[in-house]
């Protein structure tokens, strides 16, 4: 079963525009770690943020923003004001406490920006 | 600057030829991955070592083996049994055993296998 659900195969925006990833996750335990990693043309995964199950608040990073929202199992991402630079493949993914740690990735999402 | 080091970026091969993707670490970190990429499908996991001379099998470790002999080298070996082996490979390394709960995983390059 797919543990974790990024509905959005592909987002295109013009920059500056703002733009939301959706991340649904799925889990019968208590303990997990949801993440957010990027994934640029050189390949290599970046790590974005990292968030445990027993912490809600909402997180902001600079032009970044995290909304975790457990009551519907779902871990979004939004980027203000988007740049031609965040141009990319993202990646949520999660770590059970009954799954060895070991992280379950979604599909990913290709989010595009144009100038 | 530390980090994991994946070699060669690119790699092609006959069908029926087993083949070897290098990853080296020198973060000083217990833990290394090995993750398949595949258009649309996100990353799974292949085969992971907690310590020197232990690893256990992922979701997908049919098809390929490992050996973690040195904390620093993880290697994969591809081999020909393996039915599908084009794909883009990724390594991973963490400072804990356990997986990815107190630290996040930290990637190289990656290696793009074509089998033909």
């Known amino acids: 079963a797919q543990k974790v659900t990024q509905a959005q195969t592909e987002i295109s925006v013009v920059e500056k525009e703002d733009v939301t990833l959706d991340c649904v996750y799925e889990?019968?335990?208590?303990?997990?770690?949801l993440f957010w990693y990027k994934q640029p043309p050189s390949g290599e995964l970046v790590f974005l943020i990292r968030?445990?199950?027993?912490?809600?608040q909402n997180e902001i990073s600079g032009r970044y923003s995290w909304n975790f929202q457990k009551s519907t199992s779902s871990f979004n991402f939004t980027i203000t004001a988007s740049q031609v630079v965040d141009s990319a493949v993202y990646f949520c993914?999660?770590?059970?406490?009954?799954?060895?740690?070991?992280?379950?990735f979604g599909a990913g999402t290709t989010v595009t920006v144009r100038a | 600057d530390g980090g994991i080091t994946q070699s060669p970026k690119y790699l092609f091969r006959k069908e029926g030829q087993n083949v070897t993707l290098s990853c080296e670490q020198n973060?000083?970190?217990?833990?290394m991955y090995w993750y398949r990429q595949d258009p649309g499908q996100g990353l799974r996991l292949i085969y992971y070592?907690?310590?020197?001379?232990?690893?256990q099998k992922g979701d997908i470790a049919e098809g390929y083996s490992v050996s973690r002999e040195k904390k620093e080298s993880f290697p994969l070996t591809v081999t020909s049994a393996q039915k599908n082996p084009t794909a883009f490979y990724l390594c991973?390394?963490?400072?804990?055993?356990?997986?990815?709960?107190?630290?996040?995983?930290?990637f190289g390059n990656g290696t793009r296998l074509t089998v033909t």
């Open positions: 973060l000083n970190h217990d833990a």
């Open positions: 991973a390394s963490s400072p804990q055993q356990g997986g990815s709960m107190n630290s996040p995983l930290h």
């Open positions: 968030r445990n199950s027993f912490d809600e």
């Open positions: 070592s907690q310590i020197v001379n232990d690893f």
């Open positions: 993914a999660l770590s059970e406490a009954s799954n060895d740690y070991k992280l379950s």
């Open positions: 889990t019968r335990d208590t303990t997990y770690y």
